[in-house]
């Protein structure tokens, strides 16, 4: 683990926090690239504020992003496992490597990352664990909603 994991997992908390403030999953995502030294994009769940069910916070990250030639510069960091579509967005696009706040809530698909190639960094934060623990407690359905009733760990 590295200083600028840290770093940049608080600003993909605060991504999260917003959206928990806007009444939606509390997940978030930020794209940071190394060969330019910064933040290409952020963002977080939006799959109750938009209605649309795959606007996860790593895709939402993804999308605001844009266009690239090539991801093997990036690091995506998520609040939470990615699921299995997030995943396979991740492998599609050869995003080398993931920094995940937690599994702890989610369990989330680190061996199919890895299996493909994808070096992951579990942080397990507190800060995200706590967010992520509030929001089940709060909304057990819309969780549910979101996961299918699959992998969930209800520990809160």
Not at 24 to 45: Q, T, V, Y
Not at 120 to 134: A, F, P, Q, S
Request: contains cysteine.
């Amino acid at each position: 683990m590295y200083k600028i994991d840290f770093e940049n997992m608080a600003y993909a908390l605060m991504e999260a926090e917003k959206s928990y403030n806007e009444g939606g999953l509390p997940i978030g995502s930020l794209m940071f690239d190394h060969e330019l030294n910064k933040h290409i994009s952020s963002g977080h769940n939006r799959r109750i504020q938009d209605g649309d069910p795959i606007a996860h916070g790593e895709m939402d990250c993804i999308r605001k992003a844009g266009r690239r030639h090539r991801y093997n510069t990036v690091t995506l960091y998520s609040t939470l496992s990615p699921c299995m579509m997030c995943s396979g967005t991740i492998v599609q696009f050869g995003i080398p490597r993931v920094v995940i706040g937690e599994n702890i809530n989610f369990r989330g698909n680190i061996a199919f990352l890895e299996k493909h190639d994808v070096k992951v960094t579990l942080l397990n934060d507190e800060m995200c664990i706590k967010l992520m623990e509030k929001f089940i407690r709060e909304n057990p359905k819309l969780w549910d909603e979101d996961v299918s009733g699959r992998d969930h760990v209800w520990n809160v």
